[in-house]
């Protein structure tokens, strides 16, 4: 085999020239596919990032109140909303692909807050448990965070974000100071800032005003102080994080059934129902369209691997000609059929694994600059470049088995005398 692969090397570069434009088509239809591949599958991780960031692995599962969500400001009409003890909430963290999962309370419109004569309009007021900051992403940026004792005790503190300690405060250092939530003093005991890779990329003016009331901030207080801020017997929602990206939906999934099984729906015009917000369903949605789109250019690629197929049939059925006298020579000295069936395959799928090698690197270059020209997003693909080279050479081996063939059966006489 060694000996079979020396001996094709050699006719190669005895041929340069004739063997580079035997591989061109190889070439350019292997560089064409990775380039074609990198930019799908850097397109699909883009669409990731865009929809849930760069690996947070968060889905919110949300209460509906019939086919609306839960009104938390005027509450609902339906009666009895579901409401979950510390068991039961213990027991959403058992479920398969369930990492972390908190609950809180949220209210929307904050006009009843307060620093001094500073209304906090536009922003958020949330009631969290003791797992929201990990789940969610936040750090510390100064002060502390809440304690147990701040839930156990019902202590009136509050965290602020980045965002809500410069619009509400000014500048000054937020740690210390009283707000008025529904008229309860609240003290901030710390500011804190979300993690990027939780953050929506705002690239648009419809993004911004849905993501208004994140660019304002937000306020923090204990979730056993919401009573004291606002209403008793209000439910919470939900955020559970995955153990990975590609099982957030049915983690998600699976709370929301969870849940909805402790809800008594019996009584009330309307139903209450938990429902998870499948984003990993509209990822694959916009994938899928962007992988149809570029499948058909895959396809048009391909086109030149055969083209460059046909150029190696070609070109080996011109070696065997000029080899005539070789083949006879080697035959009438012993050597079998299967033997220079061999050989020339081996040189067939040489060239063709040459041709591959040389278009996954052109075809890694191409995605590079279409990446920087076009600003379009590139992700090479280990599979898809060993794929190419091992489907080069299955190309060598296609096309190079009839003349292979041929020369495997000359007559040795015959071959002999075509000198």
């Known amino acids: 085999m060694f000996e079979n692969i020396r001996i094709s090397f050699q ?19 292997i560089a064409s596919i990775i380039a074609i591949v990198s ?15 760069s690996g947070n ?44 999962v908190t609950f809180f309370y949220s209210r929307s419109y904050t006009n009843s807050v307060y620093y001094q004569n500073t209304s906090f309009q536009g922003g958020k007021v949330y009631g969290i448990d003791e797992n929201y900051l990990d789940t969610c992403g936040y750090s510390i940026q100064s002060g502390r965070g809440f304690t147990q004792e701040d839930h156990d005790e019902f202590r009136k503190v509050a965290l602020v974000d980045t965002n809500a300690a410069e619009s509400l405060f000014s500048g000054e250092n937020p740690v210390g ?44 207080i204990p979730g056993k102080c919401w009573p004291i801020a606002f209403k008793f017997d209000e439910p919470e929602n939900v955020v559970v994080k995955a153990d990975s990206t590609d099982n957030m939906s049915t983690a998600g999934n699976a709370v929301a059934k969870y849940l909805n099984e402790g809800i008594d729906n019996s009584s009330g015009s309307t139903k209450f129902e938990y429902r998870a917000d499948d984003v990993m369903k509209r990822v694959k949605d916009l994938q899928n369209l962007s992988k149809s789109t570029n499948q058909q250019l ?38 079998r059929k299967k033997t220079i069936l061999i050989q020339f395959l081996t040189e067939a799928s040489v060239l063709t694994s040459i041709g591959g090698v040389i278009g996954v690197v052109l075809g890694i270059a191409l995605s590079k600059v279409v990446a920087r020209v076009s600003g379009s997003p590139t992700a090479i693909s280990i599979p898809a470049i060993i794929g190419s080279v091992v489907f080069s050479m299955m190309i060598g081996l296609i096309f190079g088995l009839l003349p292979s063939v041929k020369a495997a059966n000359l007559n040795p006489i015959d071959a002999l005398r075509s000198e």
């Open 298 to 335: 895959l396809w048009i690629a391909s086109i030149s691997l055969l083209v460059g197929g046909i150029g190696v049939m070609n070109i080996m059925l011109v070696s065997v000609t000029e080899r005539t006298s070789e083949i006879g020579l080697k035959k009438a000295i012993g050597a």
């Open 177 to 220: 100071k009283t707000i008025e939530i529904s008229q309860e003093p609240f003290t901030v005991v710390g500011v804190i800032k979300q993690d990027d890779d939780f953050l929506p990329n705002i690239e648009s003016i419809d993004q911004f005003y849905d993501y208004y009331q994140m660019v304002i901030g937000s306020i923090m």
């Open 39 to 53: 930019t799908i599958k850097g397109t699909s991780e883009q669409i990731k990032e865009d929809l849930i960031g």
């Open 57 to 100: 692995n968060t889905v919110s599962v949300t209460l509906y109140d019939g086919d609306s969500t839960y009104d938390t400001e005027y509450g609902s009409s339906s009666s009895n909303p579901p409401l979950y003890t510390k068991t039961q909430k213990e027991e959403v963290m058992d479920l398969d692909h369930v990492e972390n």
């Open 11 to 29: 006719g190669i570069w005895s041929h340069k020239m004739r063997s580079f434009l035997t591989m061109l088509g190889i070439i350019i239809g």
